[in-house]
């Protein structure tokens, strides 16, 4: 079974830094895409950005481009989502998801649904 599970969440400042990693088992780390989202209560579930062996970086989000990254890790198994200059507006539950057999991140619009597996999401809050 496929599982993901994120961590690297808190609290920090406007500013900050924070890197979120999201492991992956249950699966060979082979032609994947793994995305990471971000959800608001009351706010729908938004993409925030993907990885897969074709998308290096494709950005879902445009006010995280130039502060965010991803990366992964193949030997082990993990996805990362390097967090800087953190804002308010980026306070969410942060969740990872993956679909497997896939060479290409996902493209807009639907996102949600073309993942297949999610994790259960880590707290990132920002204050001013």
């Known amino acids: 079974e496929v599982q993901l599970v994120e961590s690297g969440g808190g609290s920090v400042q406007t500013g900050g830094s924070l890197r979120l990693s999201c492991a992956v088992s249950?699966?060979?780390?082979?032609?994947?895409?793994i995305g990471w989202f971000r959800q608001v209560p009351g706010k729908e579930r938004e993409g925030v950005v993907c990885?897969?062996?074709?998308?290096?970086?494709?950005f879902y989000e445009d006010s995280v481009k130039d502060r965010f990254t991803i990366s992964s890790d193949n030997a082990k198994n993990t996805v990362y989502l390097q967090m800087n200059s953190l804002k308010p507006e980026d306070t969410a539950v942060y969740y990872c998801?993956?679909?497997?057999?896939?060479?290409?991140?996902?493209?807009?619009?639907?996102?949600?649904?073309?993942?297949?597996?999610w994790g259960q999401g880590t707290l990132v809050t920002v204050s001013e």
């Open positions: 990885i897969s062996s074709t998308d290096g970086g494709l």
């Open positions: 998801a993956i679909l497997i057999m896939a060479t290409r991140c996902p493209r807009p619009p639907n996102l949600y649904p073309q993942f297949e597996y």
């Open positions: 249950g699966f060979t780390f082979d032609d994947f895409a």
